[in-house]
């Protein structure tokens, strides 16, 4: 064993060096957005009017199966608010930082052929992964610390036990998905294919958690998402569901080592499936090649956008008690007394829900990097195709999908939403309101197409852009930062439908700013060298 970890510490300096700028910076902006939001919630439970009916809204089915189950008996706390609203998106922002981080150092480090250099070294055959693990630890680690420090400095009254049950609960299931992922690497013979297999876990650990705290408790028991809410954190702080987790990272690293040690270099366990002996039928040309390409991507986003569409629709029947309920809440959600509590609240889910569905439509023109990355450019652009045709078949796609995922995020929202509410607006009023925001996606797109174009190694600046969008618009209304910090961003720059009307002007003027991105980028990516 030894001598499979030979140079294991050195690997730990070497990926520290690499990442020597975004691991302080993850764990400054998350330390920043968890314990920043302590006062926010502070301050609703002060303003609170009426908090029988603040704890019974968040006992509607609709709202446990989003946030989890409420463990207070009739009144909150600072801290047994914080939990209730937190922990799970807490726990899902970290382990999406914790899929990403092993990916790319194990899997996708095989596929560029890092890993062959690394070995050809006096380095041990389990020496990278057991690396990248150690550094996932220190840095979830870290976290769960900063967290405990920044909260007893805000709230120095708040019980240290309950704050230290809350950090280890987020620190432990983020490492969790750090091993499940390593296990994962093992079986996929690509990084695209270990990352899916890992947000799909993600995303079953959630819907199983939101089954089973409104219908069946077993299904919350089963999924490691809904064992931290069992924790029941500022109210009688367990710490029985956090053993549970420890036991199964144990067994799923045991399990991700034996499956090291069974595998060769780049490689994985799972056969793929043979391929067509010819073409499909189907595709006629690039564009329907490339619609072939993202089909199992496309699927997978539109079931997740219409889950998450359906379920904030669900919350409309309880939704005047809610905002009645705090005064903060009001100040938050309340912009124009002249219109209804839901035609106000339509506005800010459909805002939220774009900018969720400007993600996906980021990744799938992006997709062209791994390709050129994998030199599968290469073997399309060495036929009788140009440039511009190629890159624009993806950009064509991503735009395809911005549109039919405005329509869908509507449709969700209309459909469940007349089943608990009466008095809905009608769904054209969902429509409007979706694709009102359909030019601010597409610049969002449109900067990742110009970096593609010019400067592919910067193309996270589209997502980095994309939240900063969501910090200044949606985090923004609690801290009540300066207006002129949304107009920076495309989502801000639209009026809020049905609230206020539609600006024909603003539309025209963002599509135009689209157009030339999408000119720009098309013309860099003419004249670049391809990434391979």
């Given at each position: 064993?030894?001598k499979?970890?030979k140079?294991?510490?050195?690997?730990?300096?070497f990926i520290?060096?690499?990442?020597?700028i975004?691991?302080?910076l993850?764990?400054?902006?998350?330390?920043?957005?968890?314990?920043?939001?302590?006062?926010?919630f502070?301050?609703?439970?002060?303003?609170a009017?009426?908090?029988?009916?603040?704890?019974?809204t968040?006992?509607?089915p609709?709202?446990?199966s989003?946030?989890?189950?409420?463990?207070v008996?009739?009144?909150?706390t600072?801290?047994?608010?914080?939990a209730?609203?937190?922990?799970?998106?807490a726990?899902?922002?970290v382990?999406?930082?914790?899929?990403?981080?092993?990916?790319?150092?194990?899997?996708?480090?095989?596929?560029?052929g890092?890993s062959?250099l690394?070995?050809s070294?006096?380095?041990g055959?389990?020496?990278?992964?057991v690396?990248?693990?150690?550094i996932?630890?220190?840095?979830?680690?870290?976290?769960?610390?900063?967290?405990i420090?920044?909260?007893?400095?805000?709230?120095?009254?708040?019980?240290?036990?309950s704050?230290?049950?809350?950090?280890l609960?987020?620190?432990?299931?983020?490492?969790?998905?750090?091993v499940?992922?390593?296990?994962?690497a093992?079986?996929?013979?690509t990084?695209?294919i270990?990352?899916?297999?890992?947000?799909l876990?993600?995303?079953?650990?959630?819907?199983?958690?939101?089954?089973?705290d409104?219908?069946k408790?077993v299904?919350?028991?089963?999924s490691?998402?809904?064992?931290?809410?069992?924790?029941?954190?500022?109210v009688n702080d367990?710490y029985?569901?956090?053993?549970?987790?420890?036991?199964e990272?144990?067994?799923i690293?045991?399990l991700?080592?034996?499956l090291?040690?069974?595998?060769d270099?780049d490689?994985?366990?799972?056969?793929?499936?043979?391929?067509?002996?010819?073409?499909?039928?189907?595709?006629?040309?690039?564009?329907?090649?490339?619609?072939?390409?993202?089909a199992?991507?496309?699927?997978i986003?539109?079931?997740?956008?219409?889950t998450?569409?359906a379920?904030?629709?669900?919350?409309?029947?309880?939704l005047?008690?809610y905002?009645n309920?705090?005064?903060?809440?009001?100040?938050?959600?309340?912009v124009?007394s002249?219109?209804?509590l839901t035609e106000q609240?339509?506005g800010?889910?459909v805002l939220?829900?774009?900018m969720i569905?400007?993600i996906?439509?980021?990744?799938?023109v992006?997709r062209?990097?791994t390709?050129e990355?994998?030199?599968?450019?290469e073997?399309?652009?060495?036929?009788?195709?140009?440039?511009y045709?190629?890159?624009?078949?993806?950009i064509?796609?991503?735009?395809?999908a911005a549109?039919g995922y405005?329509?869908?995020?509507?449709?969700?929202f209309?459909?469940?939403g007349?089943q608990?509410?009466?008095?809905l607006?009608?769904?054209?009023?969902?429509?409007?309101?979706?694709f009102?925001?359909?030019p601010a996606i597409?610049?969002?797109?449109g900067?990742?197409?110009?970096?593609i174009?010019?400067?592919?190694?910067?193309?996270w600046?589209?997502?980095?852009y994309?939240g900063?969008s969501f910090m200044?618009?949606?985090?923004?209304r609690?801290?009540?930062l300066?207006?002129?910090?949304?107009?920076?961003?495309?989502?801000?720059?639209l009026?809020n439908y049905?609230?206020?009307k539609?600006?024909?002007?603003?539309?025209?003027?963002?599509m135009?700013i689209?157009?030339?991105l999408?000119?720009l980028?098309?013309?860099?990516?003419r004249h670049?060298d391809?990434?391979?």
């Amino acid at each position: 064993m030894a001598k499979a970890l030979k140079n294991t510490f050195a690997l730990v300096k070497f990926i520290f060096k690499t990442e020597r700028i975004v691991l302080p910076l993850y764990l400054l902006s998350m330390t920043v957005f968890l314990v920043g939001l302590w006062p926010v919630f502070d301050e609703m439970l002060a303003s609170a009017s009426n908090m029988e009916v603040l704890i019974e809204t968040m006992r509607n089915p609709a709202m446990i199966s989003m946030v989890g189950p409420v463990f207070v008996e009739d009144t909150y706390t600072t801290g047994s608010m914080y939990a209730n609203y937190m922990t799970v998106f807490a726990a899902i922002m970290v382990a999406i930082w914790n899929i990403l981080f092993m990916v790319k150092h194990t899997r996708q480090n095989e596929e560029q052929g890092r890993s062959e250099l690394v070995r050809s070294l006096p380095v041990g055959r389990y020496a990278n992964e057991v690396a990248s693990l150690i550094i996932a630890f220190l840095v979830n680690l870290v976290l769960g610390l900063l967290m405990i420090i920044g909260f007893k400095v805000l709230s120095p009254d708040a019980s240290l036990n309950s704050i230290v049950n809350l950090s280890l609960s987020i620190f432990a299931f983020g490492f969790l998905f750090a091993v499940m992922t390593l296990l994962f690497a093992q079986l996929s013979n690509t990084a695209r294919i270990a990352s899916s297999l890992s947000f799909l876990t993600l995303l079953i650990f959630y819907l199983l958690r939101a089954m089973g705290d409104v219908s069946k408790e077993v299904l919350s028991l089963i999924s490691p998402l809904g064992l931290i809410t069992r924790t029941e954190t500022f109210v009688n702080d367990y710490y029985w569901p956090l053993l549970i987790l420890a036991f199964e990272i144990i067994v799923i690293l045991i399990l991700a080592i034996f499956l090291l040690s069974r595998r060769d270099l780049d490689s994985g366990l799972l056969k793929e499936r043979p391929g067509r002996r010819g073409i499909s039928p189907f595709i006629k040309g690039v564009p329907s090649f490339t619609l072939k390409l993202l089909a199992g991507q496309l699927v997978i986003w539109a079931l997740v956008l219409l889950t998450f569409s359906a379920m904030y629709g669900s919350t409309l029947g309880d939704l005047e008690g809610y905002i009645n309920s705090s005064e903060i809440v009001k100040q938050m959600l309340v912009v124009n007394s002249d219109f209804s509590l839901t035609e106000q609240f339509v506005g800010l889910l459909v805002l939220i829900m774009s900018m969720i569905a400007t993600i996906p439509v980021i990744n799938f023109v992006k997709r062209i990097l791994t390709e050129e990355r994998h030199f599968l450019s290469e073997e399309i652009l060495n036929q009788p195709v140009s440039r511009y045709t190629y890159f624009a078949s993806f950009i064509l796609v991503s735009v395809l999908a911005a549109i039919g995922y405005q329509a869908l995020v509507a449709t969700g929202f209309w459909l469940v939403g007349r089943q608990v509410m009466e008095d809905l607006p009608d769904l054209e009023v969902f429509m409007v309101a979706c694709f009102n925001y359909l030019p601010a996606i597409l610049v969002t797109l449109g900067l990742a197409i110009f970096l593609i174009g010019c400067q592919p190694r910067l193309s996270w600046l589209a997502y980095l852009y994309l939240g900063y969008s969501f910090m200044v618009i949606y985090i923004g209304r609690m801290f009540d930062l300066p207006e002129f910090m949304e107009k920076l961003t495309p989502f801000g720059l639209l009026p809020n439908y049905p609230i206020d009307k539609l600006d024909y002007g603003m539309l025209g003027i963002l599509m135009g700013i689209f157009l030339l991105l999408t000119y720009l980028g098309l013309k860099f990516y003419r004249h670049r060298d391809l990434n391979s």
